[in-house]
Antibody
């Protein structure tokens, strides 16, 4: 059974930093790209970033490029999101999602999310 | 960036009814890269459809998807009480993913 468990969400001041983690199990982590998708309170879904299974390829939404860094540790089956220079508009629940894969541009499993609040 | 516009924003329906949700793209999207998700309050999204018309694992056959180019639809043939939720379409293109703003199905 695929399981994704996010952690690291917290209240942080504008301009601050935070690192999110996502522990994966139930599949061969290194064989799949992984992604972060966020959802501001009462709003829709917003793709943030994707990393390839090898960790070589990384992709970012324009809204976070240069501020967020996605990474993974295949030995720990864990995905990370380092968030710097946080803004109020980054306030959201951050979901870890499995996928996409080659030719399959969707997210087939999601974690329950971790809440990041950026406020003074 | 490809913008996805879903309509209507909210639908009030009764169990047993048939419903079709619309997702329109600002430019052509490959059918292979169009997906639909269902999200209930306080829960993570769940993949329903991928490749525009393929059901994800465990999704009942009352859900179907179709479309091509810029117009895609998700149809629920007969609404069950557990189907009342928010539905999102999603596309991939130019190394970017975008979601529609969602359609909320509420019980009438």
């Amino acid at each position: 059974e695929v399981q994704l468990l996010e952690s690291g969400g917290n209240l942080v001041q504008p301009g601050g930093s935070l690192r999110l983690s996502c522990a994966a199990s139930g599949f061969t982590f290194s064989s799949y790209a992984m992604s972060w998708v966020r959802q501001a309170p009462g709003k829709g879904l917003d793709w943030v970033s994707t990393i390839s299974g090898t960790g070589i390829g990384t992709y970012y939404a324009d809204s976070v490029k240069g501020r967020f860094t996605i990474s993974s540790d295949n030995s720990k089956s864990t995905l990370y999101l380092q968030m710097n220079s946080l803004r109020a508009e980054d306030t959201a629940v951050y979901f870890c999602a499995k996928g996409p894969t080659v030719g399959k541009a969707y997210f087939d499993y999601w974690g329950q999310g971790t809440l990041v609040t950026v406020s003074s | 960036e490809i913008v996805l516009t879903q309509s209507p924003g909210t639908l009030s329906l009764s169990p047993g009814e048939r419903v079709t949700l619309s997702c329109r793209a600002s430019q052509s999207v490959s059918s292979s890269y169009l997906a639909w998700y269902q999200q209930k309050p306080g829960q993570a999204p769940r993949l329903l459809m991928y490749g525009a018309s393929s059901r994800a694992t465990g999704i009942p056959d009352r859900f179907s998807g179709s479309g091509s180019g810029t117009d895609f639809t998700l149809t629920i043939s007969r609404l069950e009480p557990e189907d009342f939720a928010v539905y999102y379409c999603q596309q991939y293109g130019s190394s970017q993913f975008t979601f529609g703003q969602g359609t909320k199905l509420e019980i009438k």
